[in-house]
C-alpha cells in the first residue's frame, strides 16, 4: 500500500506512514521546483522568476530531507549492509537505465560534448562520484547525485566509527569549511582521469568491504576520506560542494532537536555561514548567487521544510505525496524527456503565450507519464528485491564485523524502502544560458 493511500492519524501504525507522508510531499514540491527550472527557460521564458533560484530551492529542500532522514534511519536499525544494499536498489538500476536510454538515442540527441569519451566517464558514472570528480554526466540532472554518495559515504564511516551523532558540530564545520573554501580555491585541484580510475577501485572494493562485513570499519574510514577528499579537492564548484554538505548535516541536526537529544542553535550558525559562503567567493559570478538571490532563496527552502515539520501530523494532500514517490523518476527521466520534447516541438521561447502554456501542458504531462511508468515498472520491482536481499541475508545470520547499535533488532526499515535519497536537477549558471536544456 504506497504512502499516499495512507491517511495521516494519531495510531501507532499510522504514525511511521505519516511522517513519510510530509516527507514524500516535501520531495513533491522539490521535483515541480525542479521541472519548473528547466522548462521555463525553453517554454516559457518570460514567467520564469529571478528573485529566487528555482532549481537551487528544489535542491535545498531535497537536501534537508536526506539530512533529516538518512543517518537516523541507520541509527535506528544499526546495520549498514542493509542500507546500503537499499541504496544500491534504490539507486543504481534508474540511473543506469537513463544512461542507457541517453546513449541509445545520441544518433538523435547527441551527448554533450562536455561529457569524457574516455574509460574514466565510465568509472566516474559507476560511482555516481561525478562531480565532485568534475566529470560531466551523460544526463545533466545526475551531478547532485554526486553529493548523496559522498555523505552516504561520510556517515557511514562516521557510524562505524560512533561519531554519528555529532550532526550539529559536523554542520557547522562544513558551513566554515565553505565560507574559507569559496575565499581561496576558485576550481577543482585535480579532475577527471586518473582520480575517476583510482576512486572506483577504492569505491568498490571498500564497499565490499562494507556489505561483506570484510575489515569493515576499516572500509569505511578509507571510503569516508575518500568523499572527503574529493568533496574539498575535486568539486566542480568547492564551496557550493561542501555547502550542500553543510546543509545535510543540518538536517540531521534537526532530527536530534526534534527527537530532544541536540539543540537548534548549531542549525542557526551553520544557516548564517551558508548563506555568506558564496558572497566572497572566488566563484561568485553567478545570479543565483548574488546576496539578495541567494539569501531568498535558501530562506524560502527553510520555510518550506519548517512548515513540512508543523503541519507533519496533518492529513497531506495526496497528489504532493504521490509527486513524492515519483520524484526519483521525474528527477532522472525529465531532463532527458524535455531535450527530446523540444526535438519535435521546435523553439517555442518566441511562440505566443497561449501556444507556450499549452505546450507547457502537453511537456509536463509526458514527463510525469514516463515518470510514473519508471517508477512503476524500474523503482518499485528493484526496491522490493532489494528488500527481500537485505531480509534474506538478516536472516540468515550475520557475518562477524556487522556493525549494529546494541539493542535494536534488524526490523524492517519503511524509511529506507521510500525516496530520501532523491535529488533534484542541476541549477542553471547563467541567465543568458544559450539552451537551458543542453
Not at 192 to 216: D, E, I, K, Q, T
Not at 246 to 266: D, K, Q, S, Y
Not at 312 to 333: D, H, K, N, T
Not at 401 to 408: E, H, I
Request: positive net charge; aromatic residues 10%.
Amino acid at each position: 500500500m504506497s504512502a499516499a493511500a495512507l491517511p495521516a492519524a494519531t495510531s501507532s501504525a499510522a504514525a511511521p506512514a505519516a511522517r513519510l507522508a510530509w516527507l514524500d510531499a516535501l520531495r513533491g514540491i522539490g521535483a515541480l521546483a525542479v521541472v519548473a527550472e528547466h522548462l521555463m527557460p525553453w517554454f516559457v521564458p518570460t514567467l520564469r522568476p529571478y528573485w529566487f533560484s528555482l532549481g537551487l530551492y528544489g535542491i535545498l529542500v531535497f537536501f534537508l530531507v536526506s539530512g533529516y532522514i538518512i543517518p537516523t534511519s541507520l541509527e535506528r536499525h544499526g546495520d549498514v549492509r542493509a542500507f546500503w544494499i537499499s541504496r544500491f536498489f534504490r539507486l543504481y538500476p534508474l540511473y543506469l537505465a537513463v544512461i542507457v536510454l541517453v546513449l541509445a538515442l545520441a544518433w538523435w540527441v547527441p551527448v554533450r560534448e562536455a561529457v569524457p569519451r574516455d574509460g574514466s566517464a565510465v568509472a566516474a558514472h559507476a560511482t555516481m562520484l561525478l562531480d565532485v570528480l568534475s566529470v560531466a554526466a551523460v544526463a545533466d540532472t545526475m551531478w547532485t547525485l554526486s553529493y548523496e554518495m559522498v555523505f552516504y559515504l561520510l556517515v557511514t564511516a562516521l557510524f562505524v566509527m560512533g561519531g554519528h551523532r555529532r550532526s550539529g558540530l559536523l554542520a557547522m564545520v562544513f558551513a566554515a569549511g565553505a565560507v574559507v573554501v569559496g575565499l581561496i580555491a576558485s576550481r577543482a585541484a585535480f579532475a577527471g582521469g586518473w582520480p575517476a580510475y583510482v576512486s572506483c577501485a577504492v569505491f568498490v572494493v571498500g564497499l565490499a568491504g562494507v556489505v561483506l562485513g570484510r575489515y569493515r570499519a576499516a572500509c569505511a574510514c578509507v571510503l569516508g576520506l575518500m568523499a572527503m577528499t574529493l568533496l574539498v579537492l575535486g568539486s566542480r564548484v568547492p564551496w557550493l560542494g561542501i555547502a550542500v554538505l553543510a546543509v545535510m548535516f543540518a538536517g540531521t541536526a534537526i532530527h536530534r532537536w526534534e527527537r530532544g537529544t541536540g539543540g537548534l542553535w548549531p542549525v542557526v550558525v551553520t544557516s548564517a555561514l551558508v548563506a555568506i559562503a558564496p558572497l566572497w567567493a572566488i566563484q561568485n559570478g553567478w545570479w543565483w548567487v548574488q546576496a539578495d538571490v541567494w539569501i531568498t532563496t535558501l530562506a524560502l527552502a527553510a520555510a518550506t521544510f519548517a512548515g513540512g515539520m508543523a503541519l507533519r501530523g496533518r492529513r497531506v494532500p495526496r497528489a504532493l505525496v504521490w509527486l513524492g514517490l515519483i520524484s526519483y523518476s521525474l528527477y532522472l527521466v525529465h531532463h532527458p524527456v524535455l531535450k527530446y520534447f523540444v526535438q519535435v516541438s521546435g523553439d517555442l521561447r518566441r511562440a505566443g503565450l497561449p501556444y507556450q502554456l499549452a505546450m507547457t501542458a502537453l511537456a509536463m504531462a509526458v514527463i510525469v507519464g514516463v515518470s510514473a511508468l519508471t517508477y512503476r515498472y524500474i523503482e518499485r520491482p528493484m526496491q522490493a528485491l532489494g528488500r527481500r536481499w537485505s531480509r534474506g541475508g538478516r536472516d540468515g545470520g550475520q557475518r562477524g564485523g556487522d556493525a549494529r547499535m546494541p539493542g535494536q533488532g534488524a526490523g524492517h526499515d519503511v524509511v529506507l524502502g521510500h525516496q530520501e535519497g532523491q535529488v533534484p536537477d542541476r541549477v542553471r549558471d547563467h541567465v543568458r544560458q544559450v539552451d537551458p536544456l543542453g
